[in-house]
Structure formats: C-alpha cells, structure tokens
C-alpha cells in the first residue's frame, strides 16, 4: 500500500512538473496517480483499522488456576463487581495472585466436572502470511494484536462471590473465633465442678485440670469451626453469583 501511495505521489509530481515545463497537463499521468493514492490510502486505513489484506491468526493460551482464597476450606474466586457486570477476576496461580485484564469482553465463568480450574485466554492476531501480502503491505507492521477474550473454568465446588462479601465472610469468620476463648473457660470450669463430684481432688490437681482444660479447648473449637462453617455455607450459597 505505502509504495502504491509513493508511486501515486510520484506520477502526481512528474504531471505537475510537465505542467509547469510545457503549459499543459498529461491527463493519463494524472489520472493515475489520483487513482493510486486514493486506493491505496484507502487501503492503508482499512489494514489500520479492518486488517485488510492481513490473515486472522488466534492465539491461544491455557493456564491452571488456582482460587483467590480458601476460607474453612472453602475455595473463592473473588469478583470486582457483580457476575452479570464483572469485569475482573481474581485468582492465583503459581503461588501469586492474578486478576483477569486487558480483555476486550466480559470473562465468561462457568463450572465443569473435575477439580482443577483452568483460564483460557484467547487474542485474535492479524499477520502477513504470504507473497502477495508481503508486496502488497510492505512497509506495514506485518503483525498487528487485536481483540482478546478471556473464559474461565472452574470446579463445581468453587464459589465465585464479590469482593466485598469476601472481606464480609472473613470477618465473620474472625468474630466467630473470638468466641472460643471465653467459652473455653466456661466449659473448663462446668467441667471441673462436675468432676470434682465424683473426684474432689481434681479441685487441687493442676494435672487434672490441665486435662479437662484440653478437652474443653478441643470440643468448643470444634463446636465453634463446625458452626461457623455451616453458617458460612449458607452466606456462600446466597452470594454465590454462578449458581
């Protein structure tokens, strides 16, 4: 294209140069340089802007992922907006954190069989293939980067949820454990009074205290995790945005 625009200049400048020699115009000349620099700046804004005469080559790249975030076991992808607008996904991979970007469309989530989520990442690519593309677009980018699309599969068990539920499950989960403390020392000490009717000398046997002590400490933290998870289930299954 740029040398057809060249060559149209040329034959332009050679009429316009006869002209002012002998006083008159060669109209074939002319003519023809017109036609080649309105055709071929056409042409360079159509490859600028539709990819004329370039081949449409996608690439296509697949990662494993892995979720942002487990929390009590609970395997999250984390939205920056609702599903139905987000446009950024967070996940890790690798052992770091990754959102989805530079993406010329919404990413499309969906759940699969199987335990490993995947991203597939999709850019469409424009580049001069052959002979004739090569004469007709020299001097041209040979390859040009166009749209990129983004899709993201994950397993059944993963939750995909806004960013901020996120933060909001945390701390409910950290409210909930704060719990364990004082509930501890509430059931250690119900659980020495009781002992101590059958055995009074646990009242003095700091052994015996510490064992009952271990105890309490083992079956309110499991009582505590075990409801607190449950309950988180529910707040996930309410906020999950990809049923």
């Known amino acids: 294209m740029i040398v057809l625009l060249v060559l149209g200049l040329v034959l332009l400048i050679i009429s316009g140069v006869r002209y002012w020699q002998r006083g008159r115009f060669h109209w074939v000349t002319i003519v023809t340089g017109i036609i080649l620099v309105v055709f071929s700046g056409i ?9 004329f005469g370039m081949s449409k080559i996608p690439v296509e790249k697949t990662q494993k992922i892995d979720p942002a975030t487990s929390l009590m076991g609970y395997k999250i992808i984390a ?7 987000a446009e950024v996904y967070t996940y890790r991979r690798d052992g770091k954190t990754y959102q989805t970007t530079d993406s010329d469309k919404r990413p499309s ?3 699969i069989v199987g335990k490993q989520g995947v ?13 004739w593309q090569q004469i007709l677009l020299v001097g041209m980018p040979t390859m040009i980067k166009g749209e990129s699309y983004t899709k993201i599969e994950i397993p059944q068990d993963w939750y995909v949820i806004n960013q901020n539920d996120l933060i909001s499950d945390q701390k409910f989960v950290t409210e909930q454990s704060k719990q364990i403390p004082n509930k501890v020392a509430s059931e250690t000490t119900k659980a020495i009074q009781d ?4 055995d009074d000398s646990v009242l003095t046997d700091k052994g015996k205290q510490k064992d009952l002590q271990d105890k309490a400490i083992s ?4 009582q505590v995790n075990d409801e ?6 529910k707040r996930l299954n309410q906020q999950t945005e990809l049923k």
């Open 43 to 51: 042409g360079i804004h159509l490859t600028q802007s539709q990819h």
């Open 109 to 111: 989530v969906k759940k």
């Open 195 to 198: 002992a101590a009717k059958d």
């Open 219 to 222: 079956d309110v933290t499991n």
């Open 119 to 131: 991203l597939n990442t999709t850019m469409n690519t424009y580049q001069v293939t052959s002979p």
């Open 79 to 85: 939205t920056n907006n609702s599903h139905s607008t």
């Open 228 to 233: 607190t998870k449950q309950a988180l289930a």
